[in-house]
């Protein structure tokens, strides 16, 4: 058994308070990522807020955004009819994910706070620089095909396991977070960190604030877009390689361009450079295939996971053309 306290707050500040007085305690919401850590004792919390309680469900327009509150599940943002109008490309990510259940219970903000799923991190007996800082990364000389490209460093190179912050990232979204020192807003482009030196810190949130909300700008990027996830099968698989991409269109020319991946970084990884380069040029495969030569660049693969540096690209001109239509 794995003794804990239990409460259930009915109001945000309740539970900001509790769990910034308190380092031990941890905000629960669909609880498919922390009970999973828990059974594991990966994760051992003494003190559960359970968040379920608090108004944070609703998907509403607000200020030329579409804002989704933190625990609005990942199966009813998928189908909402706003999101389907507005970020059809946030939609496709989502149902990415997961399962049908599993979407059905999760929310926007555990998706976005999910640990790695690197085996090493859930596995207590074996070293794990995230699990227990100053210990080794055993993925580093051990089995490390699901792991990163780019970003990673000599003590951690997990990756982020999201779909759903792939879209996010791509799209620009901002996150509406509230904590003991009142309410900030965070670029979803700086939410996520980069292991370096501190791989167990994996966001740039702080103890006790609670992520309300996130803030998904309107955009052009309405109608040519396209999530591609490479998994291993179907279902109930992280992404090996996931591109989400977005073009805003002028007949067959490109006016600009939003692209990320997942499956190759700590972070979602935005592909700024490659975006640059989409612009004003036509939408045909020659231009696709040079973007993804640049976004690749600086890729550093290990022994196990080569195959992404080929994939990677191939994935990016799939999804460019799927999100445009050229054949
Ligand atoms: C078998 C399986 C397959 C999966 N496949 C995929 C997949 O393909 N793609 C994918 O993206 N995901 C996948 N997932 C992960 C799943 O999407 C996440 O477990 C889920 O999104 C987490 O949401 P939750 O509400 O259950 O979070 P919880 O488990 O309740 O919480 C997770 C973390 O978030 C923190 N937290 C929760 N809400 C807040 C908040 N509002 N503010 C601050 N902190 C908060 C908690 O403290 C905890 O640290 C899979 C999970 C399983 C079990
Ligand atoms: S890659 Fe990161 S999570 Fe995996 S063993 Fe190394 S330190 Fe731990």
């Not at 085996?119 to 800082?133: G, H, L, Q, V, W």
Request: charged share 20%; with cysteine.
């Amino acid at each position: 058994m794995i003794g804990f306290q239990y409460v259930k707050p009915s109001k945000p500040k309740a539970a900001i308070e509790t769990v910034a007085k308190d380092q031990t305690a941890m905000f629960i919401a669909g609880g498919t990522n922390l009970v999973d850590l828990m059974k594991r004792r990966v994760m051992n919390p003494e003190k559960l807020v359970d968040i379920n309680k608090l108004p944070l469900r609703k998907i509403e327009r607000e200020n030329n955004n579409v804002r989704i509150g933190a625990l609005a599940l990942n199966g009813a943002v998928a189908e909402d009819k706003l999101v389907l109008e507005k970020h059809p490309l946030l939609s496709q990510a989502l149902n990415a994910g997961a399962s049908a259940q599993l979407r059905n219970m999760a929310t926007v903000g555990g998706n976005m706070m999910q640990r790695v799923r690197c085996p090493y991190f859930y596995d207590t007996a074996m070293p794990c620089n995230k699990r227990e800082p100053g210990t080794g990364c055993s993925a580093i000389g051990g089995y490390n095909r699901m792991h990163a490209i780019f970003g990673h460093s000599d003590k951690c190179i997990a990756v982020n396991p999201s779909d759903m912050n792939v879209a996010l990232v791509a799209l620009d979204a901002t996150v509406l977070v509230s904590g003991p020192k009142g309410d900030r807003k965070i670029p979803f482009v700086e939410f996520h960190r980069l292991p370096g030196d501190t791989p167990q810190i994996h966001t740039n949130l702080q103890q006790g604030e609670l992520i309300m909300a996130v803030d998904v700008p309107e955009n052009p990027y309405t109608k040519n877009v396209n999530y591609l996830k490479v998994r291993d099968r179907n279902s109930y698989a992280f992404a090996l390689v996931s591109v989400a991409a977005a073009l805003d269109l002028d007949g067959s020319n490109i006016k600009s361009a939003r692209l990320a991946m997942g499956g190759v970084a700590h972070k979602p990884w935005r592909l700024n450079e490659a975006e640059q380069f989409l612009a004003g040029k036509p939408a045909n495969e020659a231009t696709f295939r040079q973007a993804a030569e640049i976004a690749m660049r600086g890729a550093k693969a290990f022994e196990h996971n080569k195959f992404k540096l080929t994939l990677g690209p191939n994935t990016i001109v799939q999804a460019l053309k799927n999100a445009s239509g050229v054949a």
